[in-house]
């Protein structure tokens, strides 16, 4: 007996927006993220990914960011997902699972959209402790970041950074054009 997996995908187009107008974040996670706070709780912890992206949605929503998420087992439609969405975002947080140790098609991938925006790359545990083929992530000297080993807390940094260098984005424009006016 055979099975079809079938992907629902959400891709934001450049006459729209989540929240019209307000910057974006791409809240994105990799193999197994959808078994959060169920998969070896003792090394993930007990927080779902829902309950995390919630977290994450509000946070960013407190200054004005509105967050697209996407979670997949399935390197195509990670890839598919950030191709078609990272040039309207102004950041993204990646949690890539496994896909970080091996994956070099979502490497040239981040390569690529990394130069619309910032990615931050998270992990759950603390990779360097944990077994050999998970000290190395090919994806490290693409992104612009990593938060490693903090529980689902290094997804609130990773938010919180981004949207520090979206705000400081916003005011450095601001003053800029607020120069050019003198």
Do not use: W
């Not at 995908?9 to 193999?31: A, M």
């Not at 091996?102 to 790359?121: F, H, K, N, Q, T």
């Not at 998970?134 to 919180?160: F, P, W």
Request: hydrophobic share 40%; charged share 15%.
């Amino acid at each position: 007996m055979s099975s079809i997996c079938v992907t629902a995908r959400l891709f934001l187009r450049k006459d729209e927006s989540p929240l019209s107008g307000q910057p974006t974040l791409l809240l994105v996670n990799g193999p197994n993220l959808s078994r959060l706070g169920h998969r070896e709780p003792t090394i993930y912890g007990n927080e779902t990914l829902p309950q995390v992206v919630d977290r994450i949605r509000q946070l960013a929503a407190q200054q004005g960011v509105s967050v697209l998420d996407m979670q997949s087992n399935s390197e195509g439609a990670l890839i598919d997902f950030l191709q078609e969405n990272a040039p309207m975002a102004n950041g993204i947080i990646l949690n890539p699972g496994a896909f970080a140790h091996y994956s070099y098609a979502l490497r040239d991938c981040l390569s690529d959209v990394g130069s619309y925006c910032p990615i931050v790359e998270v992990h759950i545990s603390n990779v360097h402790q944990r077994e050999a083929f998970r000290h190395e992530s090919v994806l490290a000297a693409v992104v612009t970041g990593q938060i490693v080993g903090l529980g689902t807390t290094g997804y609130d940094l990773a938010a919180n950074y981004l949207i520090s260098v979206i705000v400081r984005g916003k005011s450095e424009k601001s003053a800029s054009s607020e120069h050019t006016n003198i």
